[in-house]
């Protein structure tokens, strides 16, 4: 695993705990934001890993998909847990309404298997 490979599933996990912090606060956007970049810098890990980079959120989050989830190296929840989270982190950077304590907690959760079966595959490509 490359330094910039476990850099970035570090800031992954610094951006989970930032996450878990401002759900206790109450502070739900902010919260589903932060979850949403510890699972973006997971998914740019994975990519890296294949000697793939993009910068968008929007190229990440697709070739994502295409690269570990339509090739079967990853579990189809994983995929669809990283394209709602980036539909929520939208809405709650750039909209007025606050998201739900359900909303927040959900996407944690879903942030924390994400990151989990990303560190496990990395770990597994590794050993190969």
Same mark, same amino acid.
């Given at each position: 695993m490359t330094r910039e490979i476990e850099e970035l599933l570090q800031k992954s996990q610094r951006s989970l705990q930032a996450a878990k912090r401002l759900l206790k606060a109450k502070d739900y956007d902010f919260a589903i934001s932060r979850a949403y970049y510890s699972m973006f810098y997971s998914a740019q890990a994975a990519l890296l890993s294949k000697s793939l980079e993009y910068s968008s959120h929007a190229a990440v989050v697709a070739r994502f998909g295409e690269h570990f989830i339509k090739a079967n190296l990853l579990p189809r929840k994983l995929g669809k847990a990283l394209s709602k989270a980036f539909r929520l982190r939208m809405a709650s950077?750039?909209?007025?309404?606050?998201?739900? $304590?359900? +909303?927040?907690?959900?996407?944690?959760?879903? $942030?924390? +298997?994400?990151i989990w079966a990303i560190s496990r595959y990395l770990s597994q490509e590794a050993e190969d």
């Open positions: 950077d750039y909209d007025v309404s606050m998201p739900s $304590a359900v +909303e927040a907690k959900s996407t944690l959760r879903n $942030a924390q +298997e994400f």
